[in-house]
């Protein structure tokens, strides 16, 4: 079975807070110095569901993502957890689009890269997290979606998926080709290793302009976006930290007196 | 773009009512009809929807839609979508507003995709500019680092979803008048491509973490699995949840479930102790909504102290003995 695996390379989000700074002006994230971009979590949890297919069905991942030409990182990533080719998706024309503009690119790379099974996404991004673009990529090629993906088990024509709802799960089954999805209940990625990781190193990632998907002008870019930021701010939170001191054990009780009316 | 007109809720019916989060919606929904100086409306889908039209006009609504059909019966992506969609083609609403729930976080983006409009998710303000009467929705983003604010000129509906509890319910007043209108467009059921074939209840061992009152939860610092079990003996007398931080889980001493933060779950308990962990921009997403945040931490720069109320600067594996022991003295005093 053929999957595409659509991944994006955004600001780590394990760095302290401190670390993160916006410019109201220019309502963008300023990129801290010296911390590397890293693969949306939930864009690794689709790669590994497709490596679990794989193993299983045997087939071939192929990962795009939108991005600077920096976003190849992503898809050596990729291609060393499992994936078998890749492609960044680079143009000027596309900064700063909205979910639609993202869809609209990533349908036409899915309509040059062919013959799919299936379209795997995260659920949504770890930084704008605007959560719509799997469903509304779905939509533009006229496939069916199913979101929020814990399992994934594909049969001849079509694929069971166990999704995620707020008071358990429900396994929903649709024909292929589908979009699914994928959330981190699926399970840990693999640490990529050895020869995999190798290879990907030393792979040649290929750039795909708006010209080569055949991408129309009037569907990208900030100008066609269907939403704008108009305001980004960072909440300030001011909380005072009553530091408790003394020997660890009596810090220990003073602070179980104070927490006293909580418990 | 002039001819959408009114705000739209698309209603959710739980347990045969109206779902609280939709009597949410209906109060912010009512304002923001009321500063457009246009009407509110609810679409209904079930099988039944006997009476509820009547509820949500008490609510607020000055229309109920009502899509009574046996296979809406139960949330099915597709055949809402369709529902919904076709509807909105000839309603032309100008606000659609839908819950942060199951059914609102997969309808409304697909929805959007077919109708083109414009959609901000998980909202936590929503108001109409007086001045040009767009929608602006303030939601979220960078896991809760940052709020953004997002405005609309011409792509319409206008979509947002909200978070249950994040807006104060609509106020009943069984004086109010209204309508109900039953959807007169049958449901297409061959464009039902996707069939829901089981639904698996979880089976919760001891409190949820998602509802639990106290929470404690343990990172990096703790070293391993067998030192982060003793998080629980602590968890057990406080009738609480353990949480853990990505770390903590990715390394396999708690299971993914147990994972606090913005790809784990988000918690709001009374009492948060995170013991053993720095307070990295993504966990930090998921605990802000406890009352009390208490941190113990050998490292007293760790920015778990900037957001805890309650901080000790020590060695976790000195100061939870003596504070476990004296928990459970209290409880059992």
């Known amino acids: 079975m053929n999957i595409i695996v659509c991944v994006k390379q955004v600001l780590d989000p394990e760095i302290p807070p401190a670390k993160f700074k916006i410019d109201p002006e220019t309502k963008q994230v300023v990129p801290p110095p010296g911390v590397p971009p890293v693969i949306s979590v939930y864009d690794e949890r689709a790669l590994e569901a497709a490596c679990r297919l794989k193993d299983k069905n045997k087939g071939k991942i192929t990962a795009i993502s939108i991005g600077s030409e920096k976003a190849a990182d992503v898809i050596k990533h990729a ?13 000027p024309a596309f900064e700063d689009q909205d979910s639609f503009g993202t869809a609209y690119v990533l349908s ?12 795997l996404c995260g659920r949504q991004a770890a930084d704008w997290g605007a959560g719509q673009v799997g469903s509304i990529l779905a939509e533009m090629l006229g496939i069916p979606v199913v979101t929020l993906a814990c399992d ?51 792979k040649v990632v290929p750039v795909w302009k708006a010209d080569d998907i055949g991408a129309e002008a009037s569907y990208l870019g900030k100008t066609n976006a269907h939403a704008e930021v108009t305001g980004l701010t960072v909440p300030m939170r001011k909380t005072e930290c009553e530091i408790i001191s003394g020997s660890p054990g009596d810090a220990a009780l003073a602070l179980a007196s104070k927490l006293a009316n909580l418990i | 773009m002039d001819n959408y007109k009114g705000v739209l809720i698309c209603g959710e019916i ?47 609504a000055d229309n109920v839609f009502v899509a009574e059909d ?19 083609k000839k309603a032309l609403p100008s606000v659609m507003l839908f819950g942060h729930t199951d059914m609102g976080c997969d309808l409304s983006p697909r929805l959007n995709g077919r109708l083109g409009g ?48 994040t807006v104060p319910p609509a106020e009943r007043n069984d004086s109010r008048q209204g309508k109900v ?31 639990a009152e106290v929470v404690i939860a343990g990172g990096r610092g703790l070293g391993n699995a067998q030192e982060f079990a003793k998080l629980r003996e602590l968890a057990d007398i406080l009738g609480g949840a353990v949480g853990a931080t990505r770390v903590a889980c990715d390394e396999g001493w708690a ?70 022991a004296k928990f459970k003295e209290m409880k059992a005093g």
């Open chain 1, 79 to 91: 291609i060393a957890m499992g994936a078998d080719d890749g492609f960044v998706l680079s143009d």
């Open chain 2, 255 to 324: 299971p993914a479930t147990l994972q606090v933060g913005q790809s784990g779950k988000v918690v709001s308990p009374k009492l948060y102790i995170a013991v053993g962990l720095s307070g990295a921009m993504a966990h930090i997403a998921g605990c802000l909504g406890a009352k009390c945040i208490v941190a113990i931490n050998k490292d007293s720069e760790a920015n778990i102290f900037n957001v805890a109320h309650f901080g000790i600067v020590g060695d976790w594996k000195e100061v939870l003995p003596s504070l476990t």
């Open chain 1, 108 to 119: 036409k790379a899915v309509q040059k890269i062919g013959a799919h099974d299936l379209i």
């Open chain 2, 14 to 60: 739980a347990g045969g009512q109206l779902a609280p989060i939709t009597i949410e919606l209906l109060g912010v929904g009512r304002k923001l009809a009321d500063d457009l100086g246009e009407e509110l409306s609810v679409l209904l889908m079930g099988g039944s929807t006997a009476g509820l039209g009547q509820e949500a006009i008490a609510y607020g």
């Open chain 1, 152 to 202: 994934i088990e594909a049969t001849e024509a079509s694929v069971k998926v166990k999704r995620i709802v707020s008071d358990g799960f429900e396994v929903v089954e649709a024909p292929m080709p589908s979009l699914v999805t994928v959330s981190s209940e699926i399970g840990l990625p693999r640490l990529p290793a050895g020869m995999r990781l190798m290879m990907a190193r030393k």
């Open chain 2, 181 to 211: 209108i039953p959807v007169e467009d049958k449901l297409d059921p061959s464009a039902i491509k996707v069939k829901v074939v089981d639904r698996i209840k979880e089976e919760v061992t001891g409190v949820k973490l998602e509802d």
């Open chain 2, 118 to 165: 414009a959609l901000a998710m998980e909202c936590s303000a929503l108001s109409i500019d007086p001045a040009t009467k767009f929608l602006a929705a303030t939601r979220p983003v960078f896991g809760g680092n940052a709020y953004a604010t997002m405005v609309s000129k011409s792509a319409r509906p206008q979509m947002a979803t909200v978070r249950a509890k």
């Open chain 2, 70 to 88: 046996g296979l809406l019966n139960d949330y099915n992506s597709d055949a809402y979508t369709q529902v919904v969609a076709s509807f909105c």
